[in-house]
């Protein structure tokens, strides 16, 4: 496409934008949908900050840091293990209602999660000591990370789901019941058991349990009380997609995640514990303006995409994609002068003296974060169009480039050189995958390119 006939669609689209947006709001069900999740997502963020100001007071540094790495890897085993099939079941909820595979689909996904949710627990139950010695962890630590494994990813099964299948409500309840009574039980458990890292994993899991059971059940339900219908092939797409995207979180994973365990290995929990609260801290604007855009337009970009590869269906998506992705950077660029006015107030607000960290490196760890959270908006492309390949690809680049930048970063600086470091690898991150063949722009170009071949007066 050449600089021309950008500069010609660029109006185009602005308008459209609007215009889409201003008969999106006047349709109720978006309205409705719109409301839901914008309150959700700001209660969701409003608790998830009165948590961290309870762990933040009621542990030390070094507890809190050990708790915030269990918590990361939870994460990173549910990449590993849950998210290929996970994923793959989202991506293919609409096409498996057509094809009449929907009970095949839904009792492969369910045998998944049981097999992965025990071995997971039975290896947690016989490590729990080898390895919290080798690690300098708690006693109880790993074995209540293994409990938290298994609770939480079937908790998040059913919320995901629900949002899938855009029942905004729902979803909004049992998340924020989750996380009132995941604070409820924590801040009892700290108190009356103690102020220890497995406390707070064993609250999280019971309260992850609870919601688990009102979630999946339903869910469980639906999928065994239906007509046996067509075998599904979706082991296959587990192959095709669900591996391939399951790779990709788990280098996303590095890229977000690898940088506090480096802290610990070269510094010290302490270290670990006041890292982590400042990046939760600094990322308020950006996971806020990330999962608001992504619940709203995620869920309606897969809708209007379908898996046909029509460039009508994929330029309607992408439309979607990109309004949202505008909305995100001009917001959150407006939020960026205002945590380098009162980011130090900002952290002795949400968490506590202890905790407080030098201003530049808040202000470098909230570049960090507007710049890793906009990568994670661009990722959804490659979801979109299928290409989970090219996306893999990029995040291998990226994972590959951030540990040995933040190794030496924090080696050399200590924990700024943690914020720095990521700030560089999503810098790069970003630009490889908007501006590379095979990046976003290079999709769009291709997409556009066939529309007009396909629709000569789009």
């Known amino acids: 496409m050449s600089q021309n006939s950008v500069e010609q669609v660029n109006p185009k689209l602005v308008t459209r934008a609007v215009n889409a947006i201003g008969t999106a709001l006047r349709t109720p069900q978006v309205r409705d949908e719109a409301g839901w999740v914008i309150t959700h997502k700001l209660v969701e963020f409003a608790l998830v900050f009165v948590g961290l100001k309870l762990y933040t007071n009621l542990m030390t540094r070094d507890e809190y840091g050990e708790f915030s790495l269990a918590l990361t890897a939870v994460g990173f085993l549910g990449n590993l293990a849950i998210m290929p099939m996970a994923h793959t079941y989202y991506r293919n909820l609409g096409k498996a209602k057509a094809d009449d595979t929907s009970r095949s689909a839904g009792i492969a996904l369910l045998r998944w999660y049981t097999a992965v949710t025990i071995v997971v627990a039975a290896a947690a139950w016989l490590a729990t000591h080898s390895l919290a010695s080798w690690l300098s962890l708690g006693p109880w630590t790993v074995l209540a990370t293994g409990i938290l494994f298994s609770t939480y990813h079937w908790r998040t099964l059913g919320i995901e789901v629900l949002d899938m299948r855009r029942q905004r409500r729902k979803c909004a309840l049992q998340n924020l019941g989750f996380l009132a009574l995941n604070i409820a039980l924590t801040a009892v458990l700290l108190v009356v058991w103690s102020r220890s890292a497995a406390s707070a994993l064993v609250a999280y899991a019971l309260a992850a349990a609870l919601f688990a059971w009102i979630g999946t059940r339903p869910i469980i339900r639906e999928v065994l009380t239906q007509p046996p219908g067509r075998t599904s092939d979706i082991m296959r797409s587990v192959v095709t997609f669900g591996l391939p995207y399951g790779a990709l979180l788990i280098c996303q994973w590095v890229q977000t995640f690898s940088e506090r365990y480096i802290v610990g290995i070269q510094l010290d929990l302490d270290a670990v514990g006041g890292y982590v609260a400042a990046y939760q801290v600094c990322g308020v ?174």
Request: charged residues 10%.
């Open 285 to 458: 604007p950006y996971m806020l303006l990330s999962v608001i855009v992504n619940g709203l337009g995620v869920p309606i970009a897969y809708e209007r995409a379908g898996a046909t590869g029509d460039p009508k269906r994929l330029w309607a998506a992408d439309e979607v994609l990109l309004y949202g992705i505008g909305a995100y950077m001009v917001l959150g660029a407006a939020a960026i002068p205002l945590y380098a006015l009162w980011g130090n107030s900002l952290m002795r607000l949400l968490t506590s003296e202890s905790f407080v960290l030098s201003g530049s490196v808040i202000l470098c760890l909230v570049l960090a974060r507007y710049i890793q959270c906009l990568g994670l908006l661009l990722q959804t492309f490659f979801a979109v169009h299928q290409r989970m390949g090219v996306s893999l690809c990029f995040r291998a680049l990226g994972g590959l480039l951030v540990i040995p930048v933040c190794w030496y970063a924090v080696k050399w600086y200590g924990v700024a050189g943690a914020a720095g470091g990521i700030l560089i690898g999503g810098v790069i991150y970003t630009l490889l995958v908007c501006l590379c063949p095979g990046g976003c722009l290079d999709m769009l170009r291709r997409v556009r390119r066939d529309l007009r071949v396909a629709l000569p007066s789009a």
